[in-house]
């Protein structure tokens, strides 16, 4: 028995399926083409420029006061945030840092404490008011801050009062 010809797709090669021919092509040029419609392209949305080099410094020191002056403790507790650093400082050395002389001049109460990014640095606001902080305190709080984060200066506010462009000195 002889198969029957039934139109032109047994003439081209093309049997069963109108999907296996030209209409496929078709058919998968349609989808390609409603697929990429109702997405268009937009200018470039301006932002704040990206931060260069590390945030946050892995290897933290808290600075305490010894002798009169400010000195760097590295600390083995990873990473900290500037809301950490406050409230360490604050909560003042362990007791080995202690038995090695160290102390803290900033207040129990300068935490809790915001830090911000400012383009020229950090703005910091603790809990208390920076114009009755000793001068120790003050470099103990902007030490260590940029310590964490080498930024410029550090703007320290509280209570009403504040100490522009402060560096660790």
């Known amino acids: 028995m002889r198969p029957k010809i039934v139109g032109a797709a047994w003439e081209n090669g093309f049997r069963g399926t109108p999907w296996r021919g030209p209409l496929r092509k078709l058919a998968l040029?349609?989808?390609?083409?409603?697929?990429?419609?109702?997405?268009?392209?937009?200018?470039?949305?301006?932002g704040l420029e990206a931060p260069s080099g590390p945030v946050e410094n892995t290897s933290p020191a808290?600075?305490?006061?010894?002798?009169?002056?400010?000195?760097?403790?590295?600390?083995?507790?990873?990473?900290?945030?500037?809301?950490?650093?406050?409230?360490?400082?604050?909560?003042?050395?362990?007791?080995?840092?202690?038995?090695?002389?160290l102390a803290t001049e900033v207040p129990f109460d300068a935490?809790?404490?915001?830090?911000?990014?400012?383009?020229?640095?950090?703005?910091?606001?603790?809990?208390?008011?920076?114009?009755?902080?000793?001068?120790?305190?003050?470099?103990?709080?902007?030490c260590t801050l940029l310590g964490l984060q080498n930024v410029g200066a550090v703007n320290l506010r509280g209570g009403g009062h504040s100490l522009e462009l402060q560096k660790c000195a």
Do not use: H, M
């Open 62 to 101: 808290l600075y305490w006061v010894s002798g009169g002056s400010v000195v760097p403790v590295k600390r083995s507790q990873g990473s900290l945030s500037g809301y950490d650093v406050v409230a360490l400082l604050a909560q003042g050395p362990t007791t080995s840092e202690q038995n090695r002389g």
């Open 29 to 46: 040029g349609l989808v390609l083409f409603v697929s990429a419609c109702g997405i268009r392209p937009t200018d470039p949305i301006p």
């Open 111 to 142: 935490a809790p404490a915001t830090v911000d990014r400012v383009a020229d640095g950090l703005d910091v606001t603790i809990s208390t008011d920076v114009s009755l902080l000793s001068k120790a305190a003050v470099q103990q709080i902007v």
